[in-house]
């Protein structure tokens, strides 16, 4: 498999990474730290875990961290990693949105590479300029939209290029949630509280949340750009400050159509992100929850289904696969995918080259793509599902 032979001596030539939140409490920052080391390619060794001194050490020490490389605040973290011989190369930031640009600045400007949780930012201002800094820089800005990273995504993603499906005419795509039906922010659970809050979340609710993932997978394996939207957002729990609910029309350049539908508040739906694609010669489509499977359907034949790990995979989908088929392999593995990508082109960065073409990660472009987004659905529900254009990045 093409993730084992892209390991290049990773057991003695790991990336030395550093982090900044998912301390005690957080969810996303686990997450992230299993992801960089499911494929030996990163090493923990530097965090800002929390924007408070006190659970910043503890969580350092919890996690193993020299005492020395444990930091109450970003911007000292990135000033001492960068002076040291044996700072660290990138910094993944897993806080709240709002932290995002400012963190990411602070690292650019230090010349250390970024990897940004979504959304890159709360407004496509900061987005743009955290896009300059890191072409400046000279260093890589991901965002971890790790949906893109799933086996059978990538395979969906090269039958589209290859022309399987011919032109394409219709993308539907949707990302239901429940865990918000109720006003759970007004029990203090974090992750709801900082959610519901514009001052951390931005603009945007669900449509920033879950709307994102759901906007940029659309985009990625249809390898089309969003030209125009109208959107209808909804805040259904009483008193809630952010969408929970977004129905949104989409025009893509070229002449593709389709929708967009995003929600934490429908009953019976836990991470249900659903992408269909249809072309004049067939279709496709993708569930989240069964990611192993990708069901096509060529116009006039009986659909078919390809399986992960099979034959029947391309060598897009072989790539990112690690274990047989019939073992489920899902959501740290999509986020490990991209860490290894990321790795791949670190390596190559340090030795002034270009990565392998097939190595391929959300950019700071497509994280800006995102921001954009929200902020044109934001703007085109203010104007009763008027038509916005989305700008050229």
Not at 28 to 45: K, S
């Amino acid at each position: 498999m093409a993730i084992e032979g892209s390991k290049e001596k990773a057991s003695r030539d790991r990336i030395r990474l550093g982090m900044v939140g998912g301390g005690e409490g957080a969810f996303i920052g686990a997450v992230h730290r299993l992801a960089a080391r499911m494929d030996d390619q990163f090493e923990f060794v530097a965090g800002a875990l929390s924007s408070t001194p006190a659970k910043a050490k503890r969580s350092g020490t919890a996690l193993g961290l020299a005492r020395d490389r444990v930091y109450s605040d970003f911007e000292t973290m990135a000033i001492k990693e960068a002076a040291r011989e044996d700072g660290i190369e990138a910094v993944a930031i897993v806080t709240p949105n709002h932290l995002h640009a400012p963190a990411a600045r602070a690292f650019l400007d230090a010349g250390i590479h970024v990897i940004c949780d979504k959304p890159l930012t709360t407004s496509l201002k900061d987005a743009l300029d955290l896009q300059r800094r890191a072409r400046k820089a000279r260093k890589l800005l991901a965002v971890t939209y790790n949906y893109t990273g799933y086996p059978m995504v990538r395979h969906a993603r090269q039958m589209v290029a290859d022309g399987a499906l011919g032109s394409l005419r219709v993308i539907q795509v949707e990302y239901p949630q429940d865990w918000l039906t109720e006003k759970l922010e007004a029990t203090g659970q974090k992750q709801a509280t900082w959610r519901a809050d514009p001052k951390q979340s931005g603009v945007g609710g669900s449509l920033g949340d879950v709307g994102t993932h759901a906007y940029n997978l659309a985009c990625f394996v249809s390898g089309l750009t969003l030209e125009s939207l109208a959107a209808d957002l909804s805040r259904f729990v009483p008193g809630r400050k952010l969408d929970d609910n977004a129905h949104v029309l989409l025009r893509f350049r070229g002449g593709a159509k389709g929708m967009l539908w995003t929600s934490q508040v429908s009953p019976g739906n836990e991470n249900n992100l659903r992408l269909r694609l249809y072309g004049a010669k067939g279709g496709l489509e993708w569930h989240q929850e069964h990611p192993n499977q990708l069901l096509w359907s060529p116009y006039g034949e009986p659909t078919r289904v390809i399986s992960r790990g099979t034959g029947a995979a391309n060598a897009a989908a072989a790539r990112m696969t690690r274990v047989p088929p019939g073992h489920p392999e899902g959501y740290l593995e999509g986020f490990a995918n991209i860490y290894t990508e990321v790795a791949a082109a670190i390596r190559a960065s340090r030795q002034r080259r270009r990565a392998d073409p097939a190595v391929t990660f959300p950019t700071v472009a497509d994280g800006a793509r995102g921001v954009a987004f929200v902020e044109a659905a934001v703007k085109s529900s203010a104007r009763n599902a008027a038509w916005v254009k989305l700008p050229r990045i």
